[in-house]
């Protein structure tokens, strides 16, 4: 946990600069600028459709062409790198330039079918639009258009329409450079030429709306946009991805209050330009399935009550139960949601009985988290792993967990970053990342961690190694522990990220027993202090230090809590029964957005907004904020905050209840100074008995809430199936292909076996929750237990 | 008659053993190998630069100064790439070389290898020409059991690797960077350069890649000296050609001779035009160069004179039509094959062969518009130049040169086809048998 930062070596790194002329006017670039580029930084536009910044120059379409004084022929500005004292003539001030360019630009309209009426890129298309600055005003080419049949499904949800296709080659490049994912690949050739997949092998990537983004045409276009409207009649507004905690800046777009499709937004710090699916295409759950009044239960059924009756039935129910309450917020709140939570139970409730973890939890977990990460600013960055010399992942897969830090990494290990991954096999991510893996049974991170060998512990001790840690390493006892005492061995940088796009926020913000927001520990008088003065409330007011994960599910299972308020968690994400824990208590009130598990036992439920119905802060794993803004503003609801407002007036208090306000007071606040938790380890027995050890995760694309109502993104998801060596298959009389079922206690999953001989023995890999295998549910078992494997499709 | 005919590499094809290995050494055969393997590699590519033999697949480009580009010592594996994917229409001469004298081929690629310090030749052969790959497959059989290819080549600690590939057919990978990619595997489309392949080829390393005819000269010059080679041709197109003379000649064949030596000689060796018939027009080297008319017969075969002439002596394989042909057809059918072959990597080359050669058949049937053929000339200029390898500028090369001499056939064809014009029957071979 160091930040080198070695003064001098900023000065040291800048570029040598070479001056190139640019129709007549001189601009400094740093030297192997691309000729396209260094026109750019003085304004001057050379048309491209090949070209884009991230990938790697094709020099393909041509219509860049611009005269170098000295070369006999037009040149591509798109791969023509300057030299010092060229002198480049564009269109602007060459005839040559120009006349190639409207030559090219003439040849690509002739196989195009011009149906810009029809077109989901018409009003947003640079073929258009070049067309329009650069091309003849009426073709002379009175010939037959080639023809192909449109569109077809290279995947579920991306379709193709050949005949709009100007063979750039970007969604190709996309897919083989940025994604790993090289299934998209130009057939045939000529005017025959064209993009495709193989029979049986679909473009199944996590990342496959990257390319109908930059692909400029409309060529690519995604099943649920397509023919939903034109880019002109759409409100674009700023947001960030709620998805997960890679951070994403995106577009939303809507038309008629309907959100109708999403983008990634450049952001060259975070996203660069790209996202993933899940982000892209998961969003129609903001517009189905809402709850739409406040619910009160009367004789055991829920009914539709009026806003002051439900707050007022809620405070009453809380105001009951007082201290003896406890506040469960889910990972995906906002940071100030999460804060309004945060503040709520200490102030209002007067409890610190809070938790944000809606899954696998460790106390361990919790220290570490007080200690290291709460409130700390941003140690390591997603440049940092670009420029990292190792990055050890421990019970992490970023494919799966957090895309754009598996995009970072893929992008880094093709520039010399080593990536190793501490687990129980290796993936398709893993392999796209030139990874390597070091073997550690699902569960017993820490001792692999201990046992890591010489030549990887001097690998991160290089100056930059960053190791980075899984939500999963909750569910290793004693992983935080040896990934601390790691990265003070080695100087490694440690980072946490989590999955869910509010987990860091909510840590933050105080939503976790014993941490008021910034870090601040509740012991600590001048905290408590601090915590006091921004409430306008007097310190000895806020509660004791109290219950977060296990024990304060099993308080309130026991009845020793009275009433509980929930905001936005789903049971399922908990490896135990949350409901059985919910019912023993007296009185639950439900904030939330949809139905769920939660609102069906619950006393009070208060709809609240979704994210596009709200502006907010997500801080991602960086710990770099991601505010948004408001899409709907005439939005029905509000957010937790605005309804927590509400409640906190049935106790006479005032708390804030807008965004901006909560801002303001936790910008007052500011981050705490003073001593942090210190790390106190959790003495732990993992004795999971012998037999074949489950390893599981979620995978992007499941059955996650938030990817509801979206069949042709489901479609693009992996196929559910078990993974284990070969050796584990013949070792329990497996057959290498076919059904097995897997055996918990609660149940048995059964799915197809795909004997994956880089997973090490004993292990079973299963996705957490994906079709036809839910693991808590199933099998009443988690990620490091024992599980049976039998062959055969029987339960 | 001027200029003699000097059969070197095709100096003993009446051998029905020559393309053996006993059959090449009974005519001296592998003697340059041992004078090269005994030599310093820096010395042999100097000898090939003193020679100053030019590329023998279309470009000429110097080949001592080529092979000068491979860094040494770089620490790299460097390949040799014998580019023997003949494709071009008109071009019969790398096919007939490897048939008939195929170890001149492999002595040349053992001494080039030797010279710029590649482990690993590859000789990548137009798939479509299976009875050429089984005579190099045998030959470079044979020159390993004889250890000529292997380890420790005749003691000298050289070793060398031979494989022989066949391609897939597509005319592209002619094109030297696509060639590489199609020998790595992928669908074969040129490489952006630099890097050039010299620097960054064949599996990104240090790469030659030349032409079997340019190969098969290797061991002449060695054996022989610069002076001996710089005895024949000009001093800039210094040595001897394997010319494809085919068309309305009365013997169409191979005619090894001195570069400087005129088309009307080689027609005269050819036999002549057929009876009663005239040259319309020819052209020196395959169909990506512009073609020429009688009035061009007494220019001497250089590459010099030919692009002071506007064309190029490219492959060295002179295509002759009579007065039987329309210009218009043939230049649509080089068209369709410019069509059918382009890649479709870049858009002058991929859209401009569509369109061309969709109004070159309107031409052909006597459905020309006049002012389309303004229209065809810019067409011709928007790619000339402006693609990304030289199959464009190729296709862009046959209508221009034939406006040039032929107009009024074009200005015909508004309103007459082509057939009309020229009966197509009596440009057949058949024709003066009578048959129709």
């Known amino acids: 946990m160091t930040i080198t930062n070695e003064p001098g070596a900023e000065l040291d790194s800048r570029p040598e600069l070479v001056s190139v002329i640019v129709d007549g006017v001189a601009v400094s670039v740093p030297a192997g ?12 536009e050379i048309p491209r459709f090949c070209d884009h910044p991230l990938l790697d120059p094709v020099a393909a379409c041509r219509a860049c062409l611009i005269e170098i004084e000295g070369v006999p022929k037009p040149q591509p500005a798109c791969a023509q790198v300057v030299s010092d004292g060229m002198q480049v003539r564009t269109q602007l001030s060459s005839d040559v330039a120009r006349e190639a360019q409207e030559g090219v630009m003439e040849f690509l309209l002739l196989n195009h079918p011009l149906d810009c009426p029809v077109c989901d890129k018409g009003g947003e298309c640079p073929l258009q639009n ?54 998209l690949e130009l057939l045939e050739r000529g005017a025959q030429q064209q993009v495709g997949t193989a029979d049986d092998e679909p473009f199944d990537s996590y990342f496959s709306g990257n390319t109908i983004q930059i692909c400029p045409v409309g060529a690519l276009t995604s099943a649920t946009y397509r023919f939903r409207a034109r880019p002109f009649d759409l409100v674009s507004v700023p947001t960030s991805c709620e998805h997960c905690a890679s951070g994403c800046s995106l577009r939303t777009d809507y038309r008629r209050s309907t959100i109708t499709r999403r983008l990634a937004w450049d952001d060259p710090q975070v996203n660069e330009e790209w996202n993933c699916d899940k982000g892209r295409f998961a969003f129609s759950y903001m517009q189905q399935g809402r709850i739409e009044w406040p619910m009160v239960r009367e004789n055991g059924e829920l009914r539709i009550a009026s806003w002051p009756e439900a707050i007022d039935v809620a405070a009453q129910g809380l105001r009951a139960a007082g201290s003896e309450a406890a506040v469960l917020v889910g990972g995906r709140s906002t940071v100030e949601d999460a804060y309004a939570y945060a503040r709520f139970a ?8 809070i938790d944000f973890r809606a899954r696998a939890h460790s106390d361990e977990e919790r220290n570490f988290l007080a200690a290291h990460v709460a409130g700390s600013p941003m140690r390591v960055e997603y440049a940092d792993l670009e420029a990292a010399p190792a990055v050890l992942l421990v019970a992490f897969e970023p494919e799966d967990e957090s895309p754009i830090v598996f995009l970072r990494l893929r992008k880094a290990s093709a520039s010399g970053t080593r990536v190793f991954s501490l687990g129980s096999g290796g993936s398709r991510g893993l392999s796209k990342m030139n990874g390597t893996l070091i073997p550690a049974m699902p ?7 201990a046992d890591l060998p010489a030549e990887i512990r001097e690998a991160l001790a290089a100056p930059g190694a960053v ?11 004693g992983a935080c522990a040896a990934a601390g005492a790691l990265a003070q061995e080695t100087g490694a940088a440690l980072a946490w990220v989590p999955r869910r796009a509010g987990e860091r926020g909510a840590l933050d913000a105080g939503a976790l027993a014993g941490l008021l927001p910034g870090g601040r520990p509740i012991d600590d008088p001048l905290a408590r202090q601090q915590s006091a003065d921004a409430w306008g409330v007097d310190p000895s007011s806020l509660p004791q230090r109290g219950l977060s994960g296990d024990a304060l599910l099993a308080s309130l299972r026991s009845g020793a809590r009275r009433a509980a308020l929930v905001g936005g968690v789903e049971a399922a994400d908990y490896p135990d029964d949350l409901i059985a824990s919910l019912g023993g208590v007296d009185f639950v009130v439900s904030i939330e957005n949809h139905h769920s598990a939660v609102t069906e036992i619950a006393d009070v439920v208060l709809p609240v907004a979704v994210v596009s119905e709200k502006a907010g802060t997500f801080l991602d794993w960086e710990g ?39 801002r303001a007071e936790l910008g007052r606040m500011g981050p705490w100074t003073g001593p942090r938790e210190s790390f106190a380890p959790v003495a732990t027995t993992h004795s999971p008995g012998t037999g074949v050890r489950l390893a599981t995760w979620r995978q992007l694309l499941d059955l996650g809430v938030m990817q509801e109502g979206e069949p042709h993104l489901a479609a693009t998801a992996r196929d559910t199936v078990a993974r284990m060596s070969g050796a584990t298959a013949t070792r329990y009389g497996l057959p290498t292909s076919g059904q097995v079922s897997i055996h918990g206690p609660s149940g048995a999953i059964s799915v197809d076996l795909e004997i994956d001989d880089s997973m090490i023995d004993d292990v079973v890999w299963l996705p957490m929750n994906s079709e036809g295998s839910r693991v808590y549910r199933d099998l009443g078992v988690g990620y490091g237990d024992v599980v049976r494997v039998m062959s055969g499709g029987q339960l | 008659m001027g200029t003699p005919l000097t059969p070197v590499i095709t100096e003993h094809w009446d051998r029905p053993d020559l393309y053996t290995l006993d059959g090449y050494r009974a005519v001296g055969g592998y003697q340059a190998l041992d004078k090269a393997l005994a030599s310093d590699p820096d010395d042999i590519i100097t000898t090939v630069k003193d020679a100053g033999l030019r590329g023998r697949g279309g470009a000429g480009f110097p080949t001592g100064l080529k092979w000068s580009f491979v860094p040494q010592g770089d620490g790299k594996p460097h390949y040799l790439v014998v580019n023997a994917d003949e494709s071009e229409p008109g071009a019969c001469k790398d096919i007939p070389i490897m048939m008939a004298n195929p170890h001149a081929l492999i002595e040349g690629v053992i001494i080039t290898s030797f010279a710029i310090r590649a482990n690993h030749a590859f000789i990548y052969i137009r798939g479509e020409v299976p009875n050429a790959v089984r005579k190099v497959e045998f030959a470079v059989k044979q020159a390993r059991q004889a250890g000529l290819i292997g380890k420790n080549i005749k003691g000298s600690g050289f070793d060398l690797d031979v494989v022989v590939h066949s391609g897939a057919g597509a005319y592209i990978c002619g094109e030297e960077t696509a060639l590489l990619d199609s020998l790595e595997g992928y669908r074969g489309q040129p490489r952006l350069k630099p890097p050039f392949p010299a620097v960054a080829g064949l599996y990104a390393s240090p790469t030659v890649i030349n032409n079997v005819e340019t190969i098969a000269n290797i061991p002449y010059i060695v054996d022989r000296g610069v002076e001996w080679f710089r005895g024949f041709g000009t001093e800039k197109s210094p040595g001897f050609k394997v010319f494809a003379v085919s068309g309305h000649v009365k013997r169409p064949g191979i005619y090894e ?53 506007g064309t190029m002596l490219g492959t060295g394989t002179p295509m002759v039509f009579d007065q039987t042909v329309s210009v218009v057809k043939a230049v649509t059918r080089w068209l369709e094959f410019y069509k059918h072959e382009s890649c479709g990597k870049c858009t002058p080359c991929r859209e401009g062969t569509y369109w061309i050669t969709g109004v070159l058949e309107k031409f052909e049937h006597g459905q020309g518009q006049q002012a389309e053929m303004e229209t065809l000339t810019d067409l011709c200029g928007q790619i000339a130049g402006r693609s990304f390898c030289a199959l464009g500028d190729a296709a862009a090369t046959p209508y221009p040169a034939a406006m040039k001499y032929f107009r009024e056939e074009f200005e015909a064809s508004t309103h007459t086809s082509a057939d009309e014009q020229f009966d197509p029957i009596a440009s057949y071979i058949f024709a003066a048998a009578g048959v129709r």
């Open chain 1, 130 to 183: 070049q067309a329009m600055s650069i091309g003849r005003p009426e073709s002379r080419f009175t010939e037959d258009k080639r023809t192909f049949d449109k569109p077809i499904n290279v995947s579920a949800q991306v379709l193709l329409d050949r005949e709009r296709c100007v063979s750039c080659a970007r969604c190709t490049r996309f897919a083989d450079q940025i994604a790993g994912d090289s299934m």
């Open chain 1, 33 to 44: 600028t691309l000729v396209i580029r260094a026109a750019e930084m003085l304004g001057i």
């Open chain 1, 467 to 477: 190791i980075m840690m899984g939500e999963r390493v909750a569910s290793a006892p």
């Open chain 1, 346 to 353: 200490r102030v209002a409730l007067g409890t610190d009985d």
């Open chain 2, 257 to 309: 001779a001195p570069l400087g030596i005129t088309m009307r000689e080689l027609l005269d060796y050819a036999g002549g035009m057929r009876d009663g018939s005239s040259v319309k027009f020819w052209l020196p080297g395959g169909s990506s160069v512009p073609l020429l008319t009688d009035e061009h017969l007494d220019l001497p075969l250089t590459y010099e004179a030919m692009a002071e002439a």
């Open chain 1, 624 to 662: 770099r904020p991601r505010p948004f803004g408001q899409v709907f503003r005439d939005a029905m609801r509000d957010c937790d905050a605005a309804v927590l407002a509400m409640l906190a007036e049935q106790w006479q208090m005032s708390a804030p209840s807008s965004v901006s306000e909560l």
């Open chain 1, 443 to 449: 569960g017993d991170e820490a001792s692999a961690l």
